[in-house]
C-alpha cells in the first residue's frame, strides 16, 4: 500500500521560508516522477513542481518560478520543496504524489500539510 506522508507546514509571514518533506512508503521511490500539488479554499488542485526520477530535472509552474525549489533524495524516498519569498496567494494544503507520464497523480492523496501566509 502506497503512503505518502507531507510535513513542514506551518504560519510564516510574507517574505519568509519553508521547507516540506513527503516521505514514501510502498512503492519504488526511485522509479517515479514526483510532483507537489497544492489546493487553496474554493479552488481545484493545482501542479506546483514537479522532479524527475534522477532530479537531474524539474519543472514549475510559473508562479512559483525562482521562489520555491522542488528536490529529492531517493535513498530516503523523499521529495523536498523548499519554498522562498512566500506570499499570501501561496496559503493553501500543499500535497505530493508520483506522476503519470502526463503530470497526473498516480496514487491516493496523503493528508497534505498547510501552508499559511497571513496577508
Known amino acids: 500500500q502506497v503512503q505518502l506522508v507531507q510535513s513542514g507546514g506551518g504560519l510564516v509571514q510574507a517574505g519568509g521560508s519553508l521547507r516540506l518533506s513527503c516521505a514514501a512508503s510502498g512503492l519504488t521511490f526511485s522509479f517515479y516522477t514526483m510532483g507537489w500539488f497544492r489546493q487553496s479554499p474554493g479552488k481545484e488542485r493545482e501542479f506546483v513542481a514537479g522532479i524527475n526520477r534522477s532530479g537531474g530535472n524539474t519543472l514549475y509552474v510559473d508562479s512559483v518560478k525562482g521562489r520555491f525549489t522542488i528536490s529529492r533524495d531517493n535513498d530516503k524516498k523523499t521529495v523536498y520543496l523548499q519554498m522562498n519569498n512566500l506570499r499570501p496567494e501561496d496559503t493553501a494544503v500543499y500535497y505530493c504524489?508520483?506522476?503519470?507520464?502526463?503530470?497526473?497523480?498516480?496514487?491516493?492523496w496523503g493528508q497534505g500539510t498547510q501552508v499559511t501566509v497571513p496577508g
Open positions: 504524489n508520483a506522476l503519470t507520464t502526463t503530470k497526473e497523480p498516480k496514487y491516493n
